[in-house]
């Protein structure tokens, strides 16, 4: 089972907190990966929230075949961050860790942010396949103000790799996951969290349901759901399918992995919309262990359970500064300082969400809508 | 050449037992000739007989062997091929001292002679394979162990259900964001199809008429009871012939699916009780084909034709009733599929779902995708080459039709590929339970694509204790002469049959397998929603089969 340590503040903060977080946990990963998503980025790129970065590994070949292609497209390079490696016993160093800020391509500058976020979404694609059969290029993500990191190891060995404790990296949300490889091979795509267009997931757990959920997922006709080397990257997509391409708020998102029972949502205010999305939505109920953390485009971050084996979550903190952990010592680690009698344990019907900023929690209850 | 003298018998024209299905094996020193045998056999297969014979016996102070002749009366079987053991063990079955039973005979020549008078063999029953169907070849190989623990089917909460009718895709649902809630936008005009949500086997479409009135009396029961008592929302297909008029206008209508087959037989009522009905259908097959006999109608023989059966149906008594092979007032698919569905869905108001069914074909996709297309296609149900009948052609039962575990599988991954796998239910049926393994064939056909199954043989099996099986043992349920009272209009006959334990089995099967059904989903993880399509959880040990099913393969 994973282990994952996401925060939100106010403030920006360094991810080594979150490796820190991460350390408390080790009983809880085998060291066969780290991911980290920063979303609302400090340090250098504060002032570049405008423009998409292109986060990333690369080969020798991999970088001339990319720069060469981000370049035909008619991106404008303005800004590069690449890792002071320092190589640590027992990791592989790749030759190219990147995230690069570009300029839209002058055609693409005036369009609508809906079209830009498609645009840019089908060049990671792109970019994927080019070099997914040699694995020459990996690409996480590609949007404004996000960078996401992924490598195979120890994510405090990790963390010493990248130089993240003498960097300047630093955001206002933060998620990372150290991995427990289970039934799936060890491989880059396969690392939480997943991100897409804004939205962002990491989840521990695994999804029994994975095939219906992936065919349904891919049979929507959205060139971005594709990949699938991990059974929880469906989480991500499910939720950018639930609240950017179908609208609905975002604690539908817990109608639709998790639905109630006919009786339940008899209860509900909603429930005739409710009853007609359940049906609709048959195909994306997940049958857990899941506990599912994610960030939506505006800075909200949640955490949701699945509806009988749960997993353990735990959200606490400070007016300003919160973090969803998978395990208590995690959210001890970070911050120690909290009332810990307002430490909030998501139960089956829970969907804890952290408003942007993290100014406030609030614990959305299924049953009452 | 000789003429015949009348000395000498033609023995070349009778056919010696061997030939015969099914051997009597009579055991005289058991039998006290009490002749309840002959009396039960429905086929006239065993005649009692007197022989005149020489024995050998031993008497007196000193017993000697020594050859006596002596007048005996002996239990026979018959050799006209008409009067063909059937093999149903009726004759076991009363026999005080087990001194009489059939044995099945695989030398047999039956389909060489079954032919007299130019007619090829009729019969009801099933296909007559007994091997292993590919239902039965499938494994649930996905177990969940200590990556993520099995649910407990005992104690953990199951939805076993499933949908028919239409679905709307969520990019079409007519709702808006209203405070932060969902809401239907009734403003839209958006046609928001009718669902049933239902138990995910249902009982497949067998007539009044095919059935006895306790049987199928019986088996409404127990459809009642399921859901009343049980809350189980089992539903059940009327079958072409029309409902009790009394029935259709009760409030236990909601239970039965009625179908409308080429021969529209008992519509006339139906139509005329619609004004006085208080609750809709759950609803409604249009029957284009089945399993059994496909591309072939349905058939009532006259003798099941009684005063009830005639007045449901609307027809006179004691005539054939065969349907014709399609529904002859259409000519195109556009018209039997559109139409059709439009016209029965505006009879009931656009409220219930409204379905075709057809038999298993290769051309089967291509149904698929014209109700692929229309928005009023409730579901498709596709009866594989194991579906049973009261009356076919033993051409058809046998040899015409496709199995139905590749046929819903390429239905359904066709449906994956539009994104339609959950708009349009599809319906399993023929062979499900065939060697009695029904919640695992319903579970196999369920990971395979199908939303429900429709079964017909086994419930006649389980619950009424149906002799037939899959060596052409009994089978004949077009003769009106069903030894259980399943199959018949005779009184004489369907009064064995207690429709109150008909009723209590189907109970029982429905409850049983519904624990089994919870038995295999559990140990996979799944709970919340039945596995539709869920192919990684199964595997088969061939690797052709694997690959056309599109599942793993394990040995």
């Given at each position: ?18 490796i ?13 990966g ?72 002058d ?77 799936y ?12 267009q ?161 100014k406030?929690?609030k ?7 | ?48 007989a ?106 953990h ?13 969520p ?80 409030r ?29 259908p ?35 008594k ?13 000519y ?42 229309n ?43 539009q ?13 499900i ?19 429900a199954?429709a ?101």
């Amino acid at each position: 089972m994973c282990r994952l340590s996401a925060i939100t503040s106010s403030k920006y903060f360094s991810p080594i907190e979150n490796i820190l977080a991460l350390e408390t946990m080790k009983e809880g990963h085998d060291g066969s990966g780290l991911g980290l998503t920063l979303k609302d980025l400090g340090g250098e790129f504060k002032d570049l929230k405008q423009y998409p970065i292109l986060s990333g590994i690369c080969s020798r070949k991999g970088r001339e075949i990319l720069d060469a292609y981000m370049e035909e497209v008619g991106f404008k390079l303005i800004h590069k961050w690449r890792p002071k490696i320092k190589p640590v016993k027992g990791v592989f160093r790749r030759d190219y860790y990147f995230a690069a800020v570009y300029d839209y391509p002058d055609e693409w500058k005036d369009k609508t942010d809906r079209e830009k976020e498609d645009f840019l979404m089908n060049i990671r694609i792109n970019l994927r396949r080019m070099g997914e059969q040699d694995e020459s290029i990996f690409v996480f993500s590609f949007y404004p103000d996000v960078i996401t990191l992924k490598e195979v190891g120890d994510p405090l060995e990790l963390a010493e790799f990248f130089g993240l404790d003498k960097d300047n990296l630093e955001a206002k949300i933060i998620f990372a996951q150290g991995r427990q490889n289970t039934n799936y091979q060890i491989y880059l795509y396969a690392c939480h969290p997943f991100f897409i267009q804004g939205y962002c997931t990491m989840t521990n757990g695994e999804n029994t349901a994975f095939v219906p959920i992936k065919e349904f997922l891919m049979s929507r006709g959205f060139p971005g759901y594709m990949g699938y080397n991990s059974d929880s990257e469906v989480f991500a997509h499910i939720l950018h399918y639930s609240v950017r391409q179908l609208g609905f708020p975002l604690t539908y998102y817990k109608d639709i992995i998790t639905p109630l029972k006919w009786e339940e949502i008899e209860q509900r205010p909603d429930r005739e919309a409710l009853s007609l999305v359940k049906m609709s939505l048959r195909p994306l109920c997940i049958d857990g262990p899941n506990m599912v953390i994610g960030f939506t485009p505006d800075g909200t971050c949640f955490m949701v359970q699945d509806a009988k084996k749960l997993r353990p979550g735990v959200v606490g903190g400070v007016k300003g500064k919160y973090a969803l952990m998978s395990e208590l010592c995690g959210l001890d680690k970070v911050i120690p300082e909290r009332d810990k009698s307002k430490d909030i344990y998501p139960m089956k019907y829970d969907m804890v969400i952290v408003s942007p900023g993290a100014k406030e929690v609030k614990v959305w209850n299924q049953l009452q809508g | 050449m000789e003429p015949a003298t009348g000395l000498r018998l033609d023995f070349n024209h009778k056919l010696t037992i061997k030939e015969f299905p099914y051997i009597i094996r009579w055991r005289e020193d058991r039998c006290k000739r009490c002749g309840q045998c002959t009396a039960v056999c429905p086929n006239g297969a065993i005649k009692p007989a007197v022989k005149y014979m020489r024995v050998i016996e031993s008497g007196g102070d000193t017993p000697k062997p020594r050859p006596v002749r002596r007048i005996i009366h002996v239990i026979e079987q018959v050799d006209n091929i008409e009067n063909y053991c059937t093999g149903c063990a009726m004759c076991s079955l009363v026999c005080p001292n087990n001194a009489i039973e059939p044995e099945y005979n695989p030398q047999n020549k039956f389909l060489f002679y079954k032919n007299r008078g130019g007619e090829g063999y009729k019969r009801g029953g099933r296909r007559n394979d007994p091997g292993a169907s590919t239902l039965d070849r499938l494994k649930f190989t996905r177990i969940s162990m200590l990556t993520d623990p099995a649910l407990d089917a005992g104690r953990h909460e199951f939805r076993v259900r499933s949908y028919i009718g239409r679905i709307l895709p969520p990019e079409e649902l007519p709702l808006k964001v209203e405070n932060g809630r969902l809401v239907v936008d009734k403003s839209s005009g958006k046609f928001i199809p009718p669902v049933r949500e239902i138990f995910p086997i249902m009982i497949g479409s067998m007539s009044i008429g095919a059935l006895s009135p306790p049987m199928w009396e019986g088996l409404a029961m127990g459809v009642a009871y399921l859901n009343e008592v049980e809350g189980i929302p089992v539903v059940m297909c009327s079958g072409e012939g029309g409902f009790p008029p009394r029935l259709l206008k009760s409030r236990y209508v909601k239970y039965f699916i009625l179908q409308i087959a080429s021969g529209y037989f008992g519509w006339d009522s139906i139509l005329h009780a619609l004004p006085y009905m208080t609750e809709d259908p759950a609803a409604i097959e249009i029957k284009y084909g089945q399993g059994a006999k496909p591309g072939d109608g349905g058939l009532l023989m006259a003798p099941k034709v009684i005063k009830l059966i005639a007045e449901i149906r609307g027809v006179p008594k004691y005539v054939d009733l065969p349907s014709p092979p399609t529904h002859q007032t259409k000519y195109s698919i556009e018209e039997s599929v559109m139409k059709m569905i439009q016209s029965m869905s505006m009879a009931f108001g656009f409220r219930i779902p409204v379905y075709p069914k057809i038999s298993g074909t290769k051309t089967a996709k291509a149904v698929l995708n014209n109700l692929a297309r229309n928005p009023y296609a409730a579901a498709l149900c596709i009866d594989g080459e194991d579906g049973g009948t009261g009356a076919a052609y033993n051409v058809s039962l046998d040899k015409m039709g496709h199995p139905i575990a590749s046929n819903i599988r390429e239905c359904y991954l066709d449906l994956v590929k539009q994104g339609k796998q959950n708009e349009l239910p599809l319906i399993a049926a023929g062979g499900i339970g065939k060697k009695g393994n029904l919640a695992a064939n319903t579970a196999a056909l369920i990971m395979l694509g199908a939303s429900a199954v429709a079964v017909g043989k086994y419930i006649m099996q389980a619950t009424a204790d149906c002799l037939g099986d899959e060596y052409n043992r009994c089978n004949i349920c077009n003769t009106g002469k069903c030894p259980r009272g399943i199959t018949t209009q005779d009184p004489k006959l369907y009064r064995r049959l207690d429709p109150d334990k008909v009723a209590e089995r189907l109970v029982e099967v429905i409850k049983s397998a519904d624990v089994e059904l919870r038995k295999i989903f559990a140990p996979m993880g799944r709970s919340t929603e039945l596995p539709i399509g869920m192919s990684d959880g199964l595997s088969i040990d061939d690797k052709a089969m694997a690959e056309r099913l599109e599942i793993s393969y394990a040995c």
